[in-house]
T-cell receptor, first 113, second 113 residues
């Protein structure tokens, strides 16, 4: 157990819908990262937050947004869902902004039908 | 942006043999290179990392080497065991101020007993 929690574990929804994925970092970690892992593929970096502020952005679609709250938990919002958005979404946390070990959560498996 | 190529995509070795996985990156500003192990259905876990000011790092049976001039880094696993079987991902972090990263597509390592 990495100490990073993600909810829900599984999510099944329809095209065009909107969902929210939630992540709680390890106690004391200030950075939260979001990744997308499509079937049999590597991890795509989406976005990073550090202590409530956006710090880095990857190839995150405009339909996706995220935020980190004062208690440091983070939410990833996915809207106007398409079939291709079906994937495993991982959240990771680290103590600092960079050069710190990232601890991954168990992931949320999103299925868009 | 950064491009990370990982080879081979699959690797099968006999127990006790060594395994080597290589990654090349394109952005010379990349400065942090972690390796992750992901077992089927589980979260990625950091197994070793290296920073750009270091050429080699070892941790028991695992080592990573970095050649900044050639822009490649390699994972070496010696005395492989069946429990080493997993997908291994390399990553390159660039941007000195934040955690933006690009991951390789992964190598599926199978260690035959």
């Amino acid at each position: 157990d990495s100490g990073v929690t993600q909810t829900p574990k599984h999510l099944i929804t329809a095209t065009g819908q909107r969902v929210t994925l939630r992540c709680s970092p390890r106690s004391g970690d200030l950075s939260v990262y979001w990744y997308q892992q499509s079937l049999d593929q590597g991890l795509q970096f989406l976005i990073q937050y550090y202590n409530g502020e956006e710090r880095a952005k990857g190839n995150i679609l405009e339909r996706f947004s995220a935020q980190q709250f004062p208690d440091l938990h983070s939410e990833l919002n996915l809207s106007s869902l398409e079939l291709g958005d079906s994937a495993l979404y991982f959240c990771a946390s680290s103590a600092g902004q960079l050069y710190n070990e990232q601890f991954f959560g168990p992931g949320t498996r999103l299925t868009v039908l | 942006g950064e491009n990370v190529e990982q080879h081979p995509s699959t690797l099968s070795v006999q127990e006790g043999d060594s395994a080597v996985i290589k990654c090349t990156y394109s952005d010379s500003a990349s400065n942090y290179f972690p390796w992750y192990k992901q077992e089927l259905g589980k979260r990625p876990q950091l197994i070793i990392d290296i920073r750009s000011n270091v050429g080699e790092k070892k941790d028991q049976r695992i080592a990573v080497t970095l050649n900044k001039t050639a822009k490649h880094f390699s994972l070496h696993i010696t005395e492989t065991q069946p429990e080493d079987s997993a997908v291994y991902f390399c990553a390159a972090f660039y941007n000195t101020n934040a955690g933006k990263s690009t991951f390789g597509d992964g190598t599926t390592l199978t260690v035959k007993p």
